[in-house]
């Protein structure tokens, strides 16, 4: 797409126009914004015209004293339609979707004016956005992609952190998935549509929405929120590590880095995917069918063979977490308190969560010493299950005897009851 | 035997012994095909003994407070020699003590025992069992767990629906708005030191009411009694009562052994309640009567008008050796036989119901 003269007059237009709000147009922070445009427009019979009016009553910006001319410019005070919405006033109208973006900007992008609402607020939104996928098509005259109204809305915008607003952690998917879950429109980018749907087949849509777990990733904490762009191969590790710093650790280790980045093949995607990572699995180490390291790995070669050994490695803690649980659970449901087995078995299932993690190395050595401490938590607790088992057959041999004991006495005594009442 | 008897002679000449051994060789217990029921009187006698015994030993080790509580208990079942055993069997001991104890009144109510002359009798016994779920109720809170620590805060919380004293009577409980170590503190004085002396107190009045006036014969079984010998109450009755505790206790080991008693998880007084909390089985039939009423009856909160008729049932049975005024010539009202088995039926279909989850 080329960028027409036209275009390019617009959006130095646009840029030209977007300053500061004037000084009548925003009231103080905190205090909700007092305009007759909202009181006109809520009167109006039209709904394309009164909506933005209604939603004005719980929008952020009116509800921090900035008038609708704050944007749109004109005189908020003026009771009269011609005076309120006269250009000579500064009035501007329905934005050209191209301008919006530097509409948006000539607030957030300035830090002393910013200032006034948050002390910590960030002013980087515009500069990220030109430098999105988003923002360099809509350079290119695509108007098309999202801009800033696009996903938190134009009117009654709500804060991100309000479980309201489109952009809200659990929410966000399906505003993205308003265009990136349309495949024809997608496909017009390269772009195959499906991503939202395989992302919803996640562990981490499921730790959103299962979970309710706030932190889990989204969309825009992989590709950024307004400097939206798909991370590079080189970057991919990079992005996954944020959350998941030791692997990266442990994959920056590993010979796999050099290895992945000859072949210009992306680190964390290659094994895990992109959008559909579903719960890794210790069943994926190996060469067969159906296993990770088979994809570039053949049997006989020196990799094929860390893989097996690390697959036994981890193959045999599994197993005795798994047998040994099962065992402390059996004396627990007897009746026995087994606080100490299970301190033990938790330190060994953190040790195995350490074991996966070495995975990233491609080293046995190191999966081994991480499973090593694994059996050595499950021998300990085992052995406090056997321990438990010993006071059981103890308690239930005392119970024998006494209850033997008992039984003589009685007989004892009914015998004596017999003989003095005969 | 020349030291006993030494011992006897001395003690007999100060304290003058002997009409004591006279009323005990003479005391005899009445034969009819009912005279099981005078068993469970003695049997709920030994699983009280028992909680004295078991209760003195855990207190050795026991804290009453909100942080060490748990801790203290988790002790004495994992590190104090046959500390599991004592805890087992206090706790099993409790249950089977009201057990016993509601089986003894229904017995005593169903074969008319309340009547003139032994409405002390039965009033003092109606205060023990009363006691007894005292006991009961104060205990659970004691090991500071999860459970009990919302159960307690449910059960508290019904008591602050009494019209005009609830909310005093509420942070009497409480030891203020809350469940807190202050409540534990307050439930462990209760449980070691009030209701122990009350109920030691009344149980030597019942059993000088019981030993004063001898065991009733139901009108209906007056002639077989008469036919029947009846047995001497030193030895014969005391070696039977003795074959029923050594059974009780066969049960108690059993259970101890078989099913110790739970501890559960340390109560988090900011934690969410766990689903499904319950009160002890023997508040269930009220507690599940309770759930089912409406929020409100005839305007009144549903709760209340549960527990005023609660309070109305409970006081109709006390009165029953009075309100039952036939009772009192020998022949009893078949109104308040009826009564009985109505309430028998109630108490054990909803408790059962409610321990089978058929209620929820």
Known sequence: MKTTPLFALAVIAAATAAAAPAPNTVGAPGKHAQDTCTACHLALDDQRLNTPAKLAEHDIHHNQGVTCAGCHGGDPTSEDATVAMDPARGFKGKFDRQAIPEMCGSCHSDAAFMLRYSPNIPTDQLSQYRTSKHGQALGKGDTNVAVCSSCPGAHGVFQVSDARSPVYPTHIVDTCGRCHADAALMGKYGIKGTEVAEYKQSIHYAALVNKNDLSAPTCKSCHGSHGATPPGVSSVSNVCGTCHVSQRERFDLSPHKDAFAALSQPACESCHSNHAIVHPLDSWIGVGPNQKCGDCHSAGDPGAAAAGTISSALAGASAALSTVQKRVDLVRRAGMLMDEADVKLEDAHQAYIMAQVEIHTVTPSRVEEKTKAVLAGTAAADKLAADAEAEIRYRRAGLFISLCVIALAMVALILKVRSIER | ?360
């Open chain 2, 1 to 360: 035997m020349r030291i006993l008897e030494s011992l006897w002679k001395t003690l007999d000449e100060r304290l003058e012994l002997a009409p004591l051994v006279e009323f005990a060789e003479h005391k005899v217990v009445p034969q009819h095909r009912h005279s099981w029921a005078y068993y469970f009187g003695g049997l709920t006698l030994f699983f009280f003994m028992v909680q004295v015994a078991t209760g003195i030993l855990l207190l050795l080790y026991y804290r009453p407070t909100a942080e060490a509580a748990f801790e203290s208990v988790q002790f004495i079942v994992t590190r104090v020699p046959f500390g599991w055993l004592i805890r087992s069997i206090h706790s099993w001991s409790a249950n089977l003590m009201i057990l016993s104890a509601f089986a003894h009144m229904f017995s005593v109510y169903l074969l008319g025992s309340y009547a003139k002359p032994r409405e002390l009798t039965w009033w003092s016994g109606f205060l023990l069992l009363l006691l007894a779920m005292g006991f009961g109720f104060s205990g659970y809170l004691l090991p500071w767990n999860e459970l009990a620590f919302f159960a307690t805060r449910v059960g508290t919380d019904m008591v602050s629906k009494v019209p005009f004293i609830g909310g005093w009577l509420l942070k009497f409980l409480r030891g203020g708005e809350d469940v807190t170590g202050a409540t534990l503190t307050r439930f462990f004085g209760f449980h070691v030191a009030v209701l122990p002396m009350i109920t030691t107190m009344l149980i030597a009045a019942h059993l000088a009411f019981i030993q004063r006036q001898g065991m009733h014969v139901p009108e209906t079984l007056e002639e077989e009694a008469k036919a029947r010998k009846p047995i001497r109450f030193v030895p014969n009755f005391m070696m039977r009562e003795g074959i029923v505790w050594l059974a009780g206790l066969a049960a108690l080991a059993a259970l101890a052994a078989f099913f110790p008693w739970e501890l559960g998880n340390k109560a988090d007084p900011f934690a969410s309640a766990p689903a499904g909390i319950k009160p002890e089985w023997y508040f269930l039939f009220m507690f599940e009567a309770l759930k089912l009423l409406p929020a409100h009856v005839l305007g009144i909160e549903g709760e209340l008008v549960g527990l005023g008729a609660f309070s109305l049932a409970g006081l109709i049975w006390f009165l029953v050796p009075v309100l039952d005024r036939g009772s009192r010539l020998g022949h009893r009202s078949r109104a308040f036989l009826a009564l009985g088995w109505l309430a028998l039926a109630y108490i054990v279909v909803f408790t059962l119901a409610s321990l089978a989850g058929v209620l929820k």
